[in-house]
Each structure stands twice: as structure tokens, then as C-alpha cells.
């Protein structure tokens, strides 16, 4: 799989919070590649799924810093919707 079809892979699917904390982790100690997926998720969020914004943020932070932020969870509904391929021009 090429660099692009894994950020792409990530983008349309995004990851489960594990993974995403695991991701942010891997970036702050360098970790090749790990930055690159972290922002394919990030942009699962901005362009498919903004509901899940909140959470990607959450997990985000809690492998970056080690620390769950201190505020209680957002409850957001709204469905991830597809990324279509022309996206990717």
C-alpha cells in the first residue's frame, strides 16, 4: 500500500480511539509515519465525520500528553458520510 492509499484508507475510515492515541503517541516520539496518520484521521473528522471531531481531539491528547483532558465526553450523532474519490482530485 502506498503512502497515499494508507492516508486516503484513513481518511474515508478514520480510526478507533485506541489507535488514535496510540498514533498521536508514536508522532510525539518520532515514530516515522505516525504524523501522517494522525492527519489522515484528523481529516476523517473535518471532511467525513465532524461529529467524531471531539473524540479524535480527545484521544489526540490523551497519547500525546498521557492525560485524558479533564471535561466531560461530547455526545454528537451525526454519521460519518463518504468521501467520494474526486475528493482526491
Aim: hydrophobic content about 50%; overall charge negative; proline content about 6%.
Amino acid at each position: 500500500m502506498t503512502e497515499q492509499d494508507r492516508f486516503e484508507t484513513l481518511a474515508r475510515g478514520g480510526a478507533d480511539i485506541n489507535e488514535i492515541a496510540r498514533l498521536a503517541a508514536a508522532g510525539r516520539s518520532g515514530e516515522s509515519g505516525a504524523a501522517r496518520d494522525l492527519a489522515a484521521v484528523w481529516m476523517h473528522g473535518a471532511a467525513a465525520a465532524p461529529g467524531r471531531l471531539a473524540g479524535i481531539y480527545d484521544a489526540a491528547a490523551l497519547g500525546w500528553l498521557g492525560t485524558a483532558p479533564k471535561v466531560g465526553a461530547i455526545d454528537c450523532e451525526l454519521a460519518p458520510v463518504p468521501i467520494p474519490q474526486e475528493f482526491w482530485g
